[in-house]
Nanobody
Framework: QVQLVESGGGSVEAGGSLRLSCAASGPTFRRYTMGWFRQAPGKERELVAAISWTGGSTYYADSVKGRFTISKINVNNMVSLQMNSLKAEDTAVYYC???????????????????WGQGTQVTVSS
């Protein structure tokens, strides 16, 4: 069973940058689609970005397009999220997720079957 651990969260001023990383442990031989979700206070969890296991297909929420970049950092289902030009509305707990759903575009629709990390807090102050 895959275990996911996020790191890199913290507090940053608006306009700043953070890089989140997700480390996988346990069996990582499956061809997971990897993604980042976030949940802000009082809001539903939403898919921010996703990437296919090959890295050839990505998805970004409209709110983060042009600012966030998701990348596979190795072939063992490791993933990072580079967040630039951060805004106060980006404040949320960010969760790494893995899914056997091969589509980065539809990862959010099948989130119930995801493996989840514990989450890391990102706070953007204005």
């Amino acid at each position: 069973q895959v275990q996911l651990v996020e790191s890199g969260g913290g507090s940053v001023e608006a306009g700043g940058s953070l890089r989140l990383s997700c480390a996988a442990s346990g069996p990582t031989f499956r061809r997971y689609t990897m993604g980042w979700f976030r949940q802000a206070p009082g809001k539903e969890r939403e898919l921010v970005a996703a990437i296919s296991w090959t890295g050839g297909s990505t998805y970004y929420a409209d709110s983060v397009k042009g600012r966030f970049t998701i990348s596979k950092i190795n072939v063992n289902n490791m993933v990072s999220l580079q967040m630039n030009s951060l805004k106060a509305e980006d404040t949320a707990v960010y969760y790494c997720a893995a899914s056997l759903n091969p589509s980065a575009q539809t990862m959010g629709a099948m989130s119930a079957s995801n493996y989840w990390g514990q989450g890391t807090q990102v706070t953007v102050s204005s």
